[in-house]
């Protein structure tokens, strides 16, 4: 039995060089002095390429030829470094590459900052990296990798030749990838399982007595486990060291908003506390529910149960719609009654859960309704279960036979399947908007259920005009806040002007993305 | 075997005498203090009682294994649950900062429930089960089993019947114990086949190559396959769960069958490359575990304990030897009101043991009197049907405590290099 060591990462292995690397793990923080303007843009710059990073995970396979393409486009207008041979032969204008590789550590840094403070925004922010490093380390050529591996001291096992021979078959028919030539050829490292979770969890790797055998081609998910795992830590660090930076008023603002930017609206503060009655549901569940709650709704209403996936996938939907505590209890409750269970026991087991969702109980977090992206990417529905994206989790006869039922028109249901096999499943719920509502093209770019039911109410309430009213307040409070700020300084005389225009552009940016 | 009528009624005047003379608290205590190795670890560990009328209390934890048992036999829970190893005492959870209660540790747990099979067993539906689809369990035990010692290197794994309609696994290692909330989720999908819920009918789809895991599960499951499904579940037997089958048989596989039926041509072949697989995933459908990723998911996660009572059934939730899973009986597991009624039957050519030579002193008169009170307790469990289940969850300790006593070896070793 071996024993579980634990690899020391020497991070203090400090680049002799500033730079020498086109990536790297970001483990040491800049140590200059930078202008705000510069702050500000790079940290704009880094925020925009992350959000594409985030769409473009939901729209494509990661790292298929279209994912890379339109990152590798958005890497060159933000000027950020992507392919370090590449830019050395030509006689570029712009930034030098040292100037990419400079914006890339800073504007890493500053947005660590900004995303360090609540358990989302981290959740997000490494996801995002994560990716980010992703796609650069595949695209390293392999004399690179080899580089980076060594100077960031990933050190395993490799088995020897006999054993190779061993597991030949095991470890070919462990992953599309591997064949007998590469089993030859390669080394394989043995990696203890705890350090190879993404590999373990799709089972793309071959697992005996509590490890992974990897080829070197595949050490990438080991670097980012590794990548992810500081990242974390580090955010958690940042995070206690927070008050110093919010003292500073020139940067706060900037912080705030770049932290709000990421997710736009998340529906968690309810507008419409009471306006919506019980009795209305069931009609607007039918016109302004998105296809996975008009689906939860209606099992509810058929087998007067669901269970907690859809409890709290539905349940947050209709708080965030504006349903009252009250209301909900009284919603739930007289649903569940009709079925297998009495007052009594609702009382015990449910309502607990449904004033949990408020806020009422436990640690008091006032929980969030799920985004598409939420409810797409995790805990995908099992036996018994009716939440989820349909457009994602079910069967397309079935969906079709939904969408049948719903009275969609044959092309349409043809042209939202087309969208489904593309995996594109939030444009096709925008579609099946499009469609119920008879409407040639959605004003907006779909990524909540509440925004899709707040949409839907807008087009049936007469087409009010698209801009969305709750952003117009945010912005000119920007303006007045940066313009306060700014005043007193001398040094950063441009900076307020120049913060408020960013914003600007980053509200918009992120309205049409 | 013969199990006494259970009336779930006669439940508060059977528990009290469970928790006196039969629950094997000192076996419990061993289990959750590990060796003691860890300081704090069994003060430290959350357990959950259901008690009369549904009431439920959370975070109680106790200093020693007295305690606890006087706790039990107090309140006499009617369920018992068992939770993390937490950074504090739960009990004293509300006197600490927030934020800094938190769950560290905790056996690596999953559950395997019945319901969770409805829609491919035609014998029973919901909470029933009956001996044709008992199978399923088994097959959920050899897989899992085989992966979690095989795949994932664990040694110390604890089966235990959950006293109606399906089984646990408690993965008792250290590394399992130690694991985060990832690595759990990981390992729960790694062991995951059966994907989708109500909306989806095909639920297992397998691609080229396939993994090994995936073989050896397939060696299980087409080893029990026949029996239970052909014969016991009948699933080709009547039209409608035929039907249920060739709704998991791709299209074009369909129409070649059929041509070749019309032709008469013996034989086909499955060529088309994405069903090629069909027939194994079909009788993996069937057939393969069916988890709750949930459950495994959180170190806080508060499951049934061993030896607990299940008030609808009245069985105790006893640990499996896998060395007899095969004939296990899921109606032949005790119940409470069996046990409690051995205890009255007279033993038969059982000799009382002799009490100590008596001692002067009080301390030491207690003392005696605590031992023969503690082996009148094992001489008490040791003449029902529990008793099997007690002696096998003994081997399983001491299985563990070896395992433990050889790290010290080796460690000790590698310090003496130096």
Redesign the interface.
Known sequence: MQ??SRRRKNNINPQTELYGHALQFYGQPPLENISLSEFETFAVDRLKLLKTIENLGVSYVKLSEQYAKKLETEFKNLNFPYRPDADDRKIQSGPSEYEKRRKDHISHFILRLAYCQTEDLRRWFIQQEVDLFRYRFNDLPPKHKLEFLHRNNLQYDTISVEEKKTLLD?L?????AVSGITVEDQDFYKVP??DA??L????KV??????VYIPHQDIVTIVLNDFRTRLSKALALTARSLPAVHSDERLQPLLNHLSHAYVGQDYSIQKNVGKISLEQIDSLSGKSFPLCMR?LHQ?LRESHHLRHGGRMQYGLFLKGIGLSLEQALQFWRSEFIRGKVDADKFD?AYAYGIRHMFGKEG?RADYTPYSCMKVILS??????????C?FR???P???KQKLQFYKVSPSGISQILELVKGMHYQLACQKYFELTHNIEEASFSLNHPNQYFIESQRVLGGGKDIKREMDTPQRSQDNAVAKGSGAAREAAANAPQGLAEMTEDLDSFFQDA | MPSSDYDSACLPDLLPLYYRRLFPFSQYYRWLNYGGVQKNYFQNREFSFTLKD?I?VRYQSFSTQNELEKEMQKVNPYKIDIGAIYSHRPNQHNTVK?GTFQALEKELVFDIDM?????VRSCCSAADICSKCWTLMTIAIRILDRALR?????QHLLWVYSGRRGVHCWVCDE?ARK??V??R???A??LSL?????????KVVL?????????ESLNVVEHYFPRYALQDQDILGRKESVDKVLALVPEDILFTMHVEKMCSDGGHEGTAKKGQYFEKEIMLQYCYP?L???VSKGVNHLLKSPFSVHPKTGRISVPMDLKELDTFDPFAVPTISLICEELDRPRTGEEEEKSEEEKPEDVKEKENEKDTAERRKIRDFKRTSLAKYVKYFDQFLDGMAGSRKGDLL?KSDLQKEF
């Open positions: 024993f579980p095991k070919v028919n462990s992953s599309y399982f705890q979770l993404d373990v969890r799709t089972r071959y697992l005996k007595a509590g490890y689906q099992n015990k640690k805990n995908p529905p099992s036996q018994g279960d009716h939440h989820g349909p989790h079910s069967d006869e079935l969906l | 549904d439920y927030s319901t969770d099979y409805d829609d095989d795949d994932f290197g664990f590394a694991l985060s990832a690595a989720s990981a390992v999908e790694y059966i994907k989708g819920g109500e909306e989806m009918v095909k691609m080229d190559p396939i993994h090994p895991f995936i073989r069916r709750d990723v949930n080796r």
